[in-house]
T-cell receptor, first 109, second 113 residues
Framework: EDQVTQSPEALRLQEGESSSLNCSYTVSGLRGLFWYRQDPGKGPEFLFTLYSAGEEKEKERLKATLTKKESFLHITAPKPEDSATYLCAVQSNFNKFYFGSGTKLNVKP | DTGVSQDPRHKITKRGQNVTFRCDPISEHNRLYWYRQTLGQGPEFLTYFQNEAQLEKSRLLSDRFSAERPKGSFSTLEIQRTEQGDSAMYLC???????????FGPGTRLTVT
């Protein structure tokens, strides 16, 4: 069964303290892996798409990487405004998107 | 603003009433998705349209739920005889046929009392 698991569920960091979020997946035929940011009460905001193992994407303090079984979202020197829930999703061969439950990140000044 | 829009943003209804939500996708996007999200969980897929055709429907979508996209542009999601368990955020997303990433609207928060 297609499945996405994110860890940790919650992460508290001090401003400037780098860390990584994990997304592990099992899916029949990966079409793409996606990272989103979601602020409370809002819809998810698209960050990255990764298509194949070894691929990396960067945006400001965020860097996403992909292996055959998992993806990491690395956050370098985070700021309080990076506080949000980060969601991982995969698209299978059957046009379905599966989301993980997210990692709630809290960056303290 | 050229993003995905949803209306209303909030809806409070009494159990047993019918509700309808609207989604306007990004204009050049022919794929449209509906999701439901409860607190602390990721969005759960409900249904998918390619143009006006409803191609996928989740087993989560009971017969009280129906979605339409009559002209391949905006879409509506109707819930009949609402139950308290229907309380959630209902999200709409769209994408073009040439890319897989979906772009989400702000959601409609439904509260069933």
């Amino acid at each position: 069964e297609d499945q996405v698991t994110q860890s940790p569920e919650a992460l508290r960091l001090q401003e400037g303290e780098s860390s990584s979020l994990n997304c592990s997946y099992t899916v029949s035929g990966l079409r793409g892996l996606f990272w989103y940011r979601q602020d409370p009460g809002k819809g998810p905001e698209f960050l990255f798409t990764l298509y194949s193992a070894g691929e990396e994407k960067e945006k400001e303090r965020l860097k996403a990487t992909l292996t055959k079984k998992e993806s990491f979202l690395h956050i370098t020197a985070p700021k309080p405004e990076d506080s949000a829930t980060y969601l991982c999703a995969v698209q299978s061969n059957f046009n379905k998107f599966y989301f993980g439950s997210g990692t709630k990140l809290n960056v303290k000044p | 603003d050229t993003g995905v829009s949803q209306d209303p943003r909030h809806k409070i209804t009494k159990r047993g009433q019918n509700v309808t939500f609207r989604c306007d996708p990004i204009s050049e996007h022919n794929r449209l998705y509906w999701y439901r999200q409860t607190l602390g969980q990721g969005p759960e897929f409900l249904t998918y349209f390619q143009n006006e055709a409803q191609l996928e429907k989740s087993r989560l979508l009971s017969d009280r739920f129906s979605a339409e996209r009559p002209k391949g542009s905006f879409s509506t999601l109707e819930i009949q005889r609402t139950e308290q368990g229907d309380s959630a955020m209902y999200l709409c997303a769209s994408r073009p046929g040439t890319a897989y990433e979906q772009y989400f609207g702000p959601g409609t928060r439904l509260t069933v009392t």
